[in-house]
């Protein structure tokens, strides 16, 4: 399993090899795809070489090189070994990927996660007690652990949030809708953040929790016990289509924008407004999704990396 320290020798094997200048940027999609790895252990990679002076973050665009590559020194990185926090991390997206794909079934055992990932049984307990959490894995009766349903196509994706156009912007303007300025505030919080760098640099699964947040934040608001349920449903089965979505990121800061507009049409109790502004941005999502039907699709291989000037973050 790839730390970020072997992963960062790999970025400067690639400065070396092709000559970068200083300067250059080092976009985690694109050096992703050539490493063929997810764009998280690219991010600790980079962060990483940004502690050693040997890339720098710009806020809002992401990292550059901070050295030309003829001055970068041959074994600046001490390898460490990767931490139990590290394994459960890597192994938790492995995981989905591999039920994403289909390549593991429904129903599985301890023992068989354990061979298949390389794990201790603490280390795979942990990986296994967030997966539950999140509500996709439950513990069968006696013994092993089943699978619960998930969106595994394109075109299930599509579905729930032609379902969520139906139901958000109504969510909205229900009788009594009162946003909390606590929870205006927290939502508005997390939106800067991605805006200020996070779209970059956070992990796929808690740009996913933003975006759950966000929008069960202001359906709750709406005190219909039935929105609400059908809320949550719908986003806890389309997480793992969304880790994969995320392999284009290049639609997110956009999407901050929105949920910010709405937020600031909410707390004016401009609701009409509102509902009308959150149709808007769930049919751009959808329309943004239908365009990237082809990494959704199971089996799907990392697109072709641009060069690293100028791969998009």
């Not at 492995?94 to 990932?117: K, W």
């Not at 880790?243 to 049409?265: A, F, G, K, N, T």
């Amino acid at each position: 399993m790839k730390t970020a320290t072997s992963i960062s020798r790999q970025i400067l094997a690639l400065a070396r090899s092709e000559q970068w200048a200083s300067g250059v940027h080092l976009a985690a999609q694109g050096l992703a795809d050539r490493l063929r790895v997810s764009r998280q252990p690219i991010n600790d990679a980079l962060q990483l070489l940004a502690e050693h002076g040997i890339a720098q973050r710009e806020r809002n665009r992401g990292f550059f090189l901070a050295v030309p590559h003829d001055q970068i020194p041959d074994d600046p990185l001490p390898e460490a070994p990767a931490s139990d926090a590290d394994l459960a991390e890597a192994t938790y997206f492995r995981i989905a990927e591999d039920r994403l794909r289909g390549t593991l079934p429904e129903s599985v055992t301890e023992a068989a996660l354990r061979t298949r990932y390389a794990l201790s049984k603490s280390q795979l307990g942990a990986v296994l007690n967030r997966i539950s959490h999140e509500g996709w894995i439950e513990r069968k009766q006696g013994y092993g652990w089943t699978f619960a349903a998930m969106l595994t196509t394109p075109d299930s994706l599509l579905q729930s949030y032609r379902l969520r156009l139906a139901l958000e912007p109504a969510a909205l303007l229900e009788p009594g809708y009162r946003l909390e300025p606590a929870v205006l505030e927290r939502c508005r919080a997390a939106e800067i953040h991605l805006l200020e760098g996070g779209i970059a640099t956070d992990r796929a699964d808690r740009i996913h929790d933003r975006g759950v947040n966000f929008h069960e934040s202001l359906v709750q608001a709406s005190g219909n016990a039935f929105f609400i349920d059908t809320i949550r449903r719908v986003n806890r089965v389309r997480r793992l289509l969304s880790y994969r979505s995320m392999q284009d990121r290049s639609r997110y800061r956009e999407h901050c924008e929105q949920h910010l507009h709405i937020l600031d049409l909410l707390e004016q109790e401009r609701n009409e407004e509102a509902s009308q502004a959150m149709r808007a941005h769930l049919a751009s999502t959808l329309r943004n999704l239908t365009n990237i039907t082809a990494i959704l699709q199971p089996g799907a291989a990392a697109p072709a990396a641009p060069s690293p000037e100028r791969a998009s973050t």
